[in-house]
C-alpha cells in the first residue's frame, strides 16, 4: 500500500508540474506573440507614412478610390444567373474579376513610374517597391489563382432540389428537408434534423449582386416561405 501511495504522488507531482510548465510556456508564447504584433504594426505604420512621402497622399487616396470602385463596380457588372429548362445555374463569371485586376495592374505600373525616375532615392524605391509589392502583386497573384480555382464553382436549383459545388466539396439537397436560410459567411442553410450547412460563397467567387439573387431563389422554394406566400395571397 505504502509503495503505490508513492507512485501516486510522483505521478501527480509529474503531471503538476508538466501543467505548470505548459502555462508558463503559454504565457511565454502570448507575450512574443503580443510583442511581435506590436513591432509589426508599427512597421507597417512606417511602411505607410513612407510611401504617403513617396507617392503623395493625394496621388495614393485617389488611386485607392479608382481601384475600390473598380472593385465595387466591375465586380458586379455582370451576373452569373442562366436558366435553362428550368433550371437555373449560378455560376460567376470570370471576366469582371479580369478587368478588376487589369486596372488593380495599370494602377501599380502608374505607381511604380513614380518612384522610377532617376531623382528618387535608393531607400525611398525600396520603400515604394515594398508597397507595390504587398498591396498591388500580392493581392493581383491571390485574386488570380482564386479566379483559377473556384471558376467551375456553381449554384445550381434543379426543381426540388438544390445543388452546389465549392472546389472538392460537393452538396446536394431537398428544399424539403430544409428549415431555414440566412445570408451568414455565405448561404446558411439549417435541416429540419438541426444539421447546419453553409455555402461559402466567397471561396466561389460569388458577387454580393449573385448572393442576394441566389439567396432569394433559395428562400422562395422553402416550404415554409411556400406557406407564407400562400396565405398572404388568400
Known amino acids: 500500500m505504502e509503495i503505490r501511495t508513492h507512485s501516486k504522488k510522483r505521478t501527480n ?12 510556456t503559454m504565457k511565454k508564447l502570448a507575450g512574443f506573440g503580443i510583442i511581435l504584433g506590436v513591432l509589426l504594426g508599427i512597421c507597417f505604420l512606417y511602411l505607410m507614412y ?10 495614393l487616396v485617389w488611386t485607392g478610390l479608382l481601384s475600390l470602385i473598380s472593385t465595387t463596380y466591375l465586380g458586379n457588372l455582370i451576373g452569373s444567373r442562366a436558366e435553362n429548362n428550368g433550371v437555373i445555374t449560378y455560376n460567376p463569371k470570370e471576366l469582371p474579376k479580369f478587368l478588376n485586376m487589369i486596372v488593380s495592374l495599370a494602377i501599380g505600373y502608374y505607381l511604380y513610374t513614380i518612384i522610377s525616375v532617376p531623382s528618387i532615392s535608393s531607400y525611398d524605391y525600396i520603400f515604394g517597391m515594398t508597397y507595390l509589392v504587398l498591396l498591388t502583386a500580392v493581392p493581383i497573384l491571390f485574386a488570380l489563382y482564386k479566379l483559377i480555382r473556384d471558376r467551375n464553382d456553381f449554384i445550381v436549383i434543379d426543381g426540388n432540389n ?13 428544399f424539403t428537408d430544409i428549415a431555414a436560410a440566412e445570408i451568414s459567411g455565405g448561404i446558411k442553410l439549417t435541416f429540419k434534423d438541426s444539421e447546419i450547412v453553409t455555402i461559402k460563397t466567397d471561396n466561389m467567387n460569388f458577387n454580393a449582386k449573385d448572393l442576394l439573387s441566389v439567396f432569394a431563389e433559395i428562400k422562395a422554394k422553402l416550404p415554409e416561405e411556400k406557406k407564407e406566400n400562400v396565405s398572404n395571397v388568400i
Open 50 to 59: 513612407k510611401t504617403w512621402v513617396v507617392f503623395g497622399f493625394w496621388t
Open 13 to 24: 507531482n509529474f503531471f503538476k508540474k508538466s501543467g505548470d510548465y505548459a502555462k508558463k
Open 162 to 174: 438544390l445543388k452546389y459545388r465549392d472546389n472538392d466539396e460537393n452538396g446536394d439537397f431537398k
